[in-house]
């Protein structure tokens, strides 16, 4: 019995798809990855996605649309990668779909219906529809209706996977957006878990306005290692809000925006590229170590873990070394988690709760008031949990 996880993270540069054994995971609580795969969007479908992120771009009818589309374009790509790795549908659980973070104002505004909210699009029924399967969909809702910031759902991953008895470990997440899980080696302590800030957005947006397009991101930071940092700059950056909000605390696309970064760039006016890029990478660690001070028992941190597309950004990696002298900064792999395909797996394990009706959140991380199930579940073809119940007595 397999379960497949869907993400498309902030960053929008593609589509991850993972296939787990829910029988290792049944029977081991290990979990096993049969299969794995990662579908670029061509440009068109970026700046269609990204188009629907921003307020002076996104149209009703677009995202409506886009919501839809996006829905059918997951069913065709899971299909495709269930074909290619000869899975048989029949084996299939499940799908569990993230979709694409368009909206996310975990705070809510003044009017009395300005409430907090959150929208993922890629519609679960298309899903279901293509693929002729069960979809659990929708999972950061559940956790803000019940008082959470919808967000950082990896925390529970984090919390129950990486978990040490003699070491405190810090799990930092550097996608478009960075967040934190601290897991304490006590499990009495509570998990703290929270964005931190940018993650690869303020480089990834620099790069593709200042290259008009030519690059997407700063492969191994290898432009940004040849620049010179301009400290003064990242200093009256830390000024802004966020750094100092309480927890929880979650944001988004909302607050980094292209507007916000076009701003940074005018300020290092004169600057080169790779300056412009050293800087923006150093504030982006900055914002990780200030957090981290801030809001964490830094003292009883050992050991910081490192995953998403920042990983692999040699030079960040080495300005995160320099952030934290005393305490071991590593890429998550080494802990054996396949780091790039974590928050697949992490969501194919949260639809697995979610078939089961079993909480799959962190209250601590989220701010929710109690813990919830969250997800919604469609199925075209019939009563899912009953497939799903026949297919685990099958084991
Ligand atoms: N080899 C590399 N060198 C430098 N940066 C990289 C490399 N590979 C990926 N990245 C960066 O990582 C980003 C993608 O990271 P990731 O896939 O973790 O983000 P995401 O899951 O979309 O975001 P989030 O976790 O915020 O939802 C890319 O946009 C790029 O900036
Ligand atoms: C609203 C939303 O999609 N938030 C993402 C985003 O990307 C990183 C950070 O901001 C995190 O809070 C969250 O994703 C991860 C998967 C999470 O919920 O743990």
Redesign the pocket.
């Given at each position: 019995m397999y379960a497949i996880g869907v993400?498309?993270?902030?960053?929008?540069?593609g589509l991850?798809i993972v296939c787990i054994d829910l029988h290792a995971y049944e029977q081991q609580q290990s979990i096993q990855l049969i299969a794995s795969k990662t579908v670029d969007y061509d440009v068109t479908f970026k700046n269609q996605l990204s188009e629907q992120c921003h307020n002076n771009s996104a149209t009703l009818a677009n995202i409506t649309m886009m919501n839809a589309y996006l829905g059918k374009f997951i069913g065709e790509q899971v299909v495709q990668f269930l074909h290619e790795n000869q899975i048989s549908p029949l084996k299939v659980a499940f799908i569990s779909s993230h979709g694409q973070t368009i909206f996310h104002e975990p705070l809510g505004g003044e009017l009395e219906y300005e409430i907090p909210s959150t929208l993922q699009i890629g519609d679960i029924s298309y899903i279901s529809e293509v693929t002729r399967l069960p979809i659990v969909g929708d999972f950061r809702t559940g956790d803000m209706a019940a008082g959470g910031q919808g967000a950082p759902l990896l925390s529970y991953f984090d919390a129950n996977f990486l978990h040490a008895a003699d070491v405190g470990r810090a799990v930092q997440?550097?996608?478009?957006?960075g967040n934190v899980t601290y897991v304490p080696s006590d499990k009495q302590q509570a998990v703290i878990s929270f964005d931190t800030g940018p993650?690869?957005v303020l480089?990834?947006s620099a790069i593709q306005k200042l290259t008009d397009g030519q690059k997407?991101?700063?492969?191994?930071?290898e432009m940004a290692s040849e620049g010179n940092i301009n400290y003064e700059a990242i200093q009256e950056w830390m000024n802004h809000s966020y750094y100092s909000m309480p927890l929880p605390k979650t944001t988004g696309r909302e607050l980094y925006t292209v507007s916000y970064v076009n701003d940074l760039i005018e300020q290092l006016n004169g600057a080169s590229l790779e300056d412009m890029l050293a800087t923006l990478t150093a504030y982006t660690v900055e914002t990780i170590k200030h957090s981290y001070e801030k809001y964490l028992p830094l003292n009883q941190i050992d050991e910081i873990y490192i995953n998403?597309?920042?990983s692999?950004?040699a030079f960040m990696m080495m300005l995160l070394a320099q952030a934290f002298p005393t305490k071991k900064v590593l890429p998550l792999e080494v802990l054996g988690v396949p780091a790039?395909w974590k928050?697949a797996i992490a969501f194919a394990l949260f639809g697995y709760q979610t078939m089961l009706g079993l909480p799959n959140q962190l209250p601590s991380a989220t701010g929710a008031t109690r813990e919830i199930v969250m997800g919604k579940v469609a199925y075209c073809d019939g009563n899912p949990y009953v497939r799903f119940e026949q297919l685990r007595g099958e084991l």
């Open positions: 993400m498309s993270g902030t960053s929008l540069d991850d997440n550097i996608g478009g957006i993650g690869n480089i990834d997407k991101f700063d492969h191994n930071g998403g597309g920042g692999l950004n790039v928050e």
